[in-house]
């Protein structure tokens, strides 16, 4: 058992002082405000959000397409391109070394989980390994080497676009159809009974665009974990869309399917006021990734409408081209008070923006990876932040000036001191305790790829 005092913490009941909180078998196991001082000392001691939206591969791309071709209306679809032509170099050893480092980025960052949308599944080409779910084992593999907690998403993904073309190019790597996306679940599932006990697997069919409406209603029942699909990111797939199934992406999820607590549809950048209410109202998490989004030019997701009608959120860094989880929320707020010349766009009456934006995406984002944490409660992973309150940028803060000063004042990822994932002390004194052999890796992995990007 492992035992921390915390001179405050941001429990389940709200925030509360002189916290010890027992650890055991990688849960808490007790939480006792108002307690004399044992075991190990921190300052401020907060529930460690999942990261609910990764594509762990995409970290080696960050920084490679910040400029315009020939065409100046460059958008998210030219950055696709680049992105399949990237793929055709990647072996399975270079993908383990990549997502090592990501997943140790994001323990740095705070996050204490990740769910990994994964969809590189073949050798270039197409090919099949002989284990179809070589590269899942190999996620699997870095989320060991690494400590972090995983929600393993397989993803389906069988056309070009809504009128099921054939895919091509990069794209061959992620295809499957149904009976192959089920062996390739089976032989993830195999990978992740290796793993460690608060590993989950789920399933994720791509988008409206890559699964068939026939197809996605066959494959959200494969398993009874969490369900993740890509939605509304961007206007030319909701003009797709509404060509070929006669609706809106979110809409016509939402008239055809079940969708309930199980699932997550991540961006939802383009949705209507409509959509956004009925959305709010099934339970289900919106997964937010609001750099990636900027990065590649989404949209604004309509978050104040949203939490006005009880909706749930996580964030995610989905291409990881900026692994910081403060400032997903940051951006997040401020990309409503750009559009509404507004300020403090999520706080409610009682609780700050950063209070709102914390435990909301700590919550939600525990939700849709079907993780039972994103709270510091008795019975959770013990899936926690231990920041230091003595260095100038949060000096002195508690409380709800505490999360409004580590979101909005820019220094939050510089104010982590530790990060335990399901019980495992895996950040300490600010670093990955293997950051050296993980970052040696990952450079020599760069190095190979550099010639042939």
């Not at 069988?158 to 390739?184: A, T, V, Y």
């Not at 989004?293 to 900026?322: K, M, P, W, Y």
């Not at 403060?326 to 750009?338: A, G, H, I, P, W």
């Amino acid at each position: 058992m492992e035992i921390l005092h915390a001179k405050q913490a941001l429990t389940a009941n709200g925030w509360a002082n002189d916290v010890t909180v027992e650890i055991a078998e990688g849960r808490i196991a007790s939480v006792e405000p108002g307690s004399h001082s044992r075991g190990r000392e921190v300052d401020l001691l907060l529930p460690a959000p999942t990261n609910l939206h990764s594509h762990a591969f995409q970290r080696a791309m960050s920084g490679l397409t910040e400029t315009r071709g020939p065409d100046p209306r460059d958008t998210f679809w030219t950055w696709r391109r680049l992105m399949y032509r990237f793929l055709d170099q990647l072996s399975p050893e270079d993908v383990e070394a990549i997502a090592s480092l990501v997943f140790m980025e994001m323990l740095e960052a705070g996050y204490a989980a990740v769910a990994e949308f994964h969809y590189l599944h073949h050798d270039v080409g197409g090919k099949v390994y002989n284990d179809p779910a070589e590269m899942a084992g190999r996620i699997v593999t870095a989320t060991q080497a690494t400590g972090i907690g995983l929600t393993l998403l397989p993803v389906l993904y069988s056309h070009g676009g809504c009128d099921r073309r054939s895919l091509e190019g990069g794209q061959k790597r992620f295809g499957n159809n149904l009976e192959g996306f089920e062996r390739l679940h089976e032989a993830s599932a195999t990978h992740l009974r290796k793993a460690n006990a608060d590993a989950v697997l789920g399933v994720a069919p791509h988008s409206l665009r890559a699964v068939d409406p026939e197809t996605l209603k066959k494959v959200g029942r494969l398993g009874d974990g969490p369900v993740h699909i890509h939605a509304a990111e961007q206007m030319a797939e909701v003009d797709e869309v509404k060509m070929h199934l006669g609706g809106r992406p979110v809409e016509w999820l939402l008239n055809n399917l079940d969708i309930d607590r199980s699932w997550c549809l991540i961006h939802c950048t383009q949705m209507s006021d409509a959509e956004t209410t009925a959305l709010a109202k099934t339970g289900a998490v919106a997964g937010l990734c609001p750099i990636t989004e900027a990065n590649l030019g989404d949209g604004i997701f309509n978050c104040t409408q949203f939490l006005a009608a009880g909706g749930r959120f996580g964030v995610g860094s989905d291409s990881n081209v900026h692994i910081a989880l403060f400032e997903e929320l940051c951006m997040l707020d401020y990309s409503q008070r750009l559009r509404d010349n507004t300020r403090a766009a999520t706080a409610e009456q009682g609780r700050s923006a950063g209070r709102v934006l914390f435990e909301g995406a700590a919550r939600g984002a525990a939700q849709a990876a079907g993780r039972n944490s994103g709270q510091i409660a008795p019975g959770a992973w013990a899936d926690l932040i231990a920041l230091d309150r003595e260095n100038e940028w949060i000096y002195n803060r508690r409380g709800d000036l505490a999360l409004d000063a580590l979101i909005f004042g820019g220094r939050g990822r510089e104010c982590i001191r530790d990060v335990w994932s399901a019980g495992r002390h895996v950040v300490q004194d600010g670093c990955h305790k293997d950051r050296e052999n993980i970052v040696r890796r990952f450079r020599a992995v760069m190095d190979g790829l550099r010639q042939g990007i």
